[in-house]
Structure formats: C-alpha cells, structure tokens
C-alpha cells in the first residue's frame, strides 16, 4: 500500500513546500501534474524540501492525461473538492492491496471541470462553513492524509519517540537549563 498526495498544477511554493514536508513525514509520494506556477528551484519550495523534505519522492508529469496514464492497476483515487457532498471521512483507506491517491486542485480554480464529472463518484469533500470559500491547498492535503493514516494505524510513523531534549523528562526543568554564560564584568 502507498498513498500518494496528487497536486494538479499548483500555483503556490509555499503551499507544495508544505506538502512535500509532510509527505516527508509521512512516506508519501508527491505527483505534481505540471504545468506548475514555480520552478522546483524556488527557494521557498527548496527551503521547504531540503530543510525537511529531503527524503520525499516527487513524481512530475506533463499533464493531467500524463498523470492518470501512470495509475497502477490497484490505484483508488479520490477527487478532494469542495464541491463534493460525500466527506472524506465516508471512506475506508485501509485495504492493503491498493495505492491511495489523493488529487487536490490549483489554489485559485481547484480541479477541472470535466475531470470531477468523470469520475464523480470519487469526489470527497471537507466539511466547512459558509465563511469562506474554500480551505488553504496545504492544509486540505494535510487534512486528508492524515484522515487515511490514522485509518491505516500510521505505518512506518513513530507514534512515540525519546528526544534528548525531552520537554516531558522529569529533569527537563532542572535549575539551571535556562541560565546563560553572562559575561563577568
Ligand atoms: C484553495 S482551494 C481551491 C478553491 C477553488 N476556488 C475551487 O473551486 O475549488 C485548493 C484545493 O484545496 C482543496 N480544498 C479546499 N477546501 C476544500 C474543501 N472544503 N473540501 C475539499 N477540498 C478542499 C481542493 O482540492 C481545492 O482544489
């Protein structure tokens, strides 16, 4: 089982800079269908991919048409849009045998027209209120992917890890951790 975030031309580095952090985080595959509205060498996508995304896979392709050629036999796409009545959450991510991918749209006009009427049954929304119009593109992959991890039991993640500088340690407030090496006048 892989599960794959899909970005459909997305316009913002930030927001792939986030995602391939996340996909870093969560051994996912990043398909980015081009055109894109950044070079892969935009330092804030760069920052965002070298500073904590080192480790993930990116995946690029022509076009959308490019992209579903690549699908394997056992994918299951699903069409993240607002303008879905079924919640992501309606779903079950949890057969092994099968590649999740999930397709975001472009942060300005989301998701072709023409492609969610295809596959219409595959569309899933994120509950939101009428107060705005549409979640920010990184959090709406962070949203979702988490929504199949948890399902799947988070594998290959550690769900508890010791740090050295364990905020939770018992002498982690020992006296003295906060004092500085003032100078002596
Ligand atoms: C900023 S939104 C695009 C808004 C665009 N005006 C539209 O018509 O979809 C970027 C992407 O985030 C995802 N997204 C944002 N809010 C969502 C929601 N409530 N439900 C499902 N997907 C959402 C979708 O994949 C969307 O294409």
Redesign the pocket.
């Given at each position: 089982m892989t599960n794959h975030i899909v970005l459909?031309e997305p316009e913002i580095p930030d927001n792939t800079g986030n995602i391939a952090r996340t996909c870093a985080g969560t051994n996912t595959v990043l398909d980015l269908i081009e055109p894109l509205g950044f070079h892969l060498d935009d330092k804030h996508l760069k920052r965002a991919v070298l500073d904590y995304g080192g480790e993930v896979e990116i995946r690029r392709h022509d076009d959308l048409r490019a992209f579903l050629a690549t699908l394997p036999d056992n994918a299951e796409m699903y069409?993240?849009?607002?303008?879905?009545s079924k919640a992501?959450t309606d779903v079950d991510y949890t057969d092994e045998s099968k590649d999740y991918y999930f397709?975001?749209?472009?942060?300005?006009?989301?998701?072709p027209e023409t492609f969610m009427r295809q596959y219409a049954d595959r569309n899933?929304?994120?509950?939101?209120s009428d107060k705005i119009?549409?979640?920010?593109?990184s959090?709406?992959?962070a949203i979702?992917i988490f929504e199949a991890l948890r399902q799947q039991g988070f594998p290959h993640m550690e769900k508890s890890h010791h740090y050295e500088n364990d905020k939770l340690k018992d002498d982690y407030n020992r006296p003295g951790r906060y004092q500085r090496n003032l100078p002596k006048h």
């Open positions: 459909f069409l993240i849009s607002k303008f879905s992501y397709v975001f749209g472009r942060e300005t006009t989301g998701l899933l929304r994120i509950p939101m119009r549409a979640f920010n593109l959090n709406s992959a979702v």
